[in-house]
Each structure stands twice: as C-alpha cells, then as structure tokens.
C-alpha cells in the first residue's frame, strides 16, 4: 500500500460518541428545552402515563410539562440529560399544602367539627393540596349540594363549643348572593361557624390560569352556565372534560391562587383550635 500520501482514511475514523451529563431536575433549576426554546425554573417531576414529565415555570409564571428524554434540554448552553432528583434524609417532606409531611400516620377517629364546601369540585380540590394535613387533623370535609341548603344544615348539625364549622363558599364578594346568605346565619350559632371564602365566580377559577397553560380564565356573559362558557372559549369540551383538565393542573398550592389558600387554612386552624 503506498503511504506517500500519509493515512487517507484518517479523516472518516468514527469519532467517539458525544458524552451527555446527567443533571438532576432540583427544583429552581434553570433549563432549556433544546427542541422549542422554552426556559423556565424546574418546579418539579410529574409522572404520566406516558412517562416521567418535568414541569418548568417560565419567568411569567406560566408553566409546562416536558419529557424527561435524553439530552433534550441545555443548562447554561450545553446539552443534558434531565434525572430525578435522588431523595435523601436532607430534610423533612412536604405535603401538597407545603406542612411537614406525617409519616407513619394512622387512621385517627373524626373531630366532630366539620369543613363545608359548596360542590364536589370544591371538595375534591381541597383534598387534592390539604388532604394529608386534614387526615392528620381527623377533619372530615364535606359538601353542601350548593350554599343555599347552609341554613338548614346547620340547624341539623347544631354547631356548639368544640363542634365548630367551617364554610368555604365561592364568589364571596359585597352585595353578592353569596354574602346575604351568609351574612344571615342565626346568631347564637354564629361563635361556633367561620365562613369565609374566594372572589371567584367557580372554585375552577382559583386555579392559576399558568398551570393550565392558558394566558387567564375567559370572561362569560351574565345568565350563561360559567362552566359550559369556559368549555366553549377554551375548546375543552363539555364540563366533565373541562374538570378533568382543571383537576390534573392542581398538584399543590402553589397552583392555587392566594385569596383561596388564605381561605382554607384559615377554616382549618378553625375547626382544629382546642375548645376553651
């Protein structure tokens, strides 16, 4: 073979494979989807039935899930490849409402005092962000079938030292429907009930528009069913479609907005306060 002209095939050899690091997905970190450009603070891993999601919140707050797939994603400008956190004995857990997660935690028997809510949707997102801590508490929450059956669960109930209630009501705002029913409650049972509750018209618009990827929650003509409007400027479908998305946006309370946070723990630490 002549090699005058040195090796002609030295330029062809296969280089060696590009080595991808491997980052953990810490939460507050800062990444970018190669594919779309999107950039955004790691808010956590979500697990679908597609696979394992990271969920990145970008500088307006608005949020997005991600496949955790190989080099799909540049810190500081360089490819990487997105891993679980590993959980290590660091630090305490947290639940969904941010308290100190109760391990270990047996069934523990019901406190007589109760938390209403007016629907089963009002229920189920209360559940979803302060289900672990009212586990703990014994507190049972309950739903009033809509606020204008109050007055008379509350006869039935017959609220009293150390068998208090708590009322999550929506669209709690001066002159409406809401606060002339609630401002109307019997006084010698008044001590021993906590109504409180959020300016929106439906619990769904407590969740922040950011983490159902939607720049804000449309506006729905007077006299039409909030609900089905909502469904029909969003292309979501029927009602029952639309809870679906609403529910699966809430994975803590950080999804939430502040004035129904507020309002929550305010009837837990209510129902909970020792009677004296």
Same mark, same amino acid.
């Given at each position: 073979m002549d090699t005058s002209y040195g090796d002609i095939f030295?330029? $062809?050899?296969?280089? +060696?494979?590009?080595? /991808?690091p491997e980052v953990p997905a810490e939460r507050d970190l800062v990444v970018e989807?190669? +594919?779309?450009?999107?950039? *955004?603070?790691?808010? *956590?891993?979500?697990?679908?039935?597609? *696979?394992?999601?990271v969920r990145l919140e970008d500088a307006r707050g608005r949020s997005r899930l991600f496949a955790l797939t190989p080099a799909a994603f540049l810190v500081d400008g360089r490819p990487v490849t997105l891993v679980r956190p590993v959980v290590g004995p660091a630090g305490p857990q947290r639940t +969904?409402? =941010?308290? !100190?997660?109760?391990? =270990?935690l047996r069934a523990r028997t019901a406190l007589p005092s109760r938390i209403w809510v007016e629907g089963i949707h009002d229920a189920a997102l209360v559940e979803r962000v302060w289900g672990h801590d009212l586990r703990v508490e014994g507190v049972v929450v309950e739903h009033l079938e809509g606020l204008d059956n109050l007055a008379d669960r509350l006869d039935a109930f017959r609220p009293e030292r150390g068998r208090r209630v708590g009322v999550l009501v929506d669209h709690l705002v001066t002159g409406s429907k809401e606060s002339r029913l609630t401002s109307a409650l019997?006084?010698?049972?008044?001590? $021993? /009930?906590?109504? !409180? *509750? $959020?300016?929106? /018209?439906?619990?769904?618009? +407590? /969740?922040?528009p950011a983490s159902l990827g939607i720049a804000a929650w449309p506006r729905v003509p007077r006299g039409q069913d909030w609900k089905t409007g909502v469904c029909d400027a969003l292309g979501w479908g029927t009602p029952r479609e639309g809870w679906r998305r609403v529910s699966s946006a809430v994975s803590s309370f950080r999804d939430l907005e502040t004035p129904m946070i507020g309002a929550v723990e305010r009837l837990v630490d209510f129902v909970t306060e020792p009677a004296g």
């Open positions: 030295s330029g $062809h050899q296969r280089r +060696a494979a590009r080595v /991808v989807d190669a +594919a779309s450009g999107w950039c *955004g603070a790691v808010l *956590g891993i979500e697990k679908t039935g597609d *696979g394992d999601f +969904a409402s =941010g308290s !100190t997660a109760v391990t =270990g019997d006084p010698r049972v008044r001590p $021993h /009930v906590m109504v !409180t *509750g $959020h300016p929106y /018209v439906d619990v769904w618009e +407590a /969740v922040k």
